[in-house]
């Protein structure tokens, strides 16, 4: 089978993530191509392919694809080019964004990602963001308590995309003056520079606003970090903006307590989400669409 995964913009890395799985993990040809990866607050994210008119590679890759898997947007250039190829549409926003609309009807089978407010929001079955542990694996840390927190939205609390920007660096501040800890706050750097900083974090800090959860809960599950979420689950340290600060008081001066959640996240990331028995969700929903 030869799939190309497309994507207008980066997606906070979950293509490029699955593309490397899928190369790694199936014997399927895979092509990742972008428009973009990048974001305008500096993020940048690797890449495979670029879509670009002088690119001859990307074009030749989705002509000689069987699947095209298209994430979020719908590029006029893929209705003209179209040739038979059978269209998987994969929806990541919250809010819905875009023509979200125009990319359903021009899918043949449409899921969202496996996140709790994503498949509420779109009613659709969801194919679950790719990670893999044994890429991505705990750092030795030392020293004062590191608290990480790496927002994507400055969006206000009551919005479906809020981190609870204001607030969360309100709560941090807090901490700082009150105890010697080291607050890491990661916001518009290089993907791999993002992740190399969320590694050396013993809390890291996801959202505690939506009761959703996102990449940054995958990336410190792989990193063992003591996670916290408003999405109540056994491997992440539930918590909410109300109860933020004295949670991270209690991980911090009870390092028992968070040594407890760090492995918690890590046996998680292992057990239950690794790379190797995710991606198969993926293959079966491209082969059942080809069958169908």
């Not at 939506?210 to 990193?223: D, I, K, Q």
């Amino acid at each position: 089978m030869k799939i190309v995964l497309f994507s207008k913009s980066p997606m906070a890395a979950a293509p490029w993530e699955l593309f490397k799985a899928l190369r790694k993990y199936t014997n399927h040809t895979i092509d990742l191509i972008n428009v973009s990866h990048s974001y305008r607050d500096g993020r940048v994210f690797p890449y495979h392919l670029l879509f670009r008119s002088d690119n001859g590679t990307a074009r030749k890759a989705l002509r000689n694809g069987d699947v095209w898997h298209v994430n979020n947007y719908l590029m006029i250039e893929l209705k003209t080019m179209r040739r038979g190829h059978r269209v998987l549409a994969q929806f990541h926003s919250l809010p819905r964004l875009g023509n979200w609309r125009e990319l359903m009807q021009f899918a043949d089978v449409c899921y969202t990602i496996a996140q709790p407010n994503q498949e509420k929001e779109y009613r659709l079955p969801g194919l679950p963001n790719i990670i893999d542990p044994d890429e991505y694996i705990p750092a030795k840390r030392g020293g004062k308590t590191r608290i990480a927190f790496a927002p994507s939205s400055k969006a206000p609390v009551g919005r479906p995309m809020s981190k609870g920007y204001d607030e969360v660096k309100t709560i941090l501040d807090g901490i700082a003056s009150e105890r010697d800890v080291e607050i890491d706050w990661i916001e518009g750097i290089p993907y791999e520079e993002n992740l190399k900083r969320k590694s050396r974090a013993h809390i890291l800090i996801d959202d505690v606003v939506t009761g959703n959860w996102h990449r940054t809960a995958l990336e410190g599950a792989c990193f063992a970090c003591a996670v916290l979420s408003s999405h109540k689950c056994d491997h992440f340290h539930h918590s909410t903006l109300r109860a933020l600060k004295q949670d991270l008081l209690k991980l911090i001066d009870f390092p028992v307590l968070r040594k407890e959640f760090q492995e918690r996240s890590r046996i998680w990331a292992l057990r239950d989400w690794h790379a190797v028995d995710r991606v198969k969700e993926y293959e079966q929903a491209y082969e059942r669409m080809l069958n169908d």
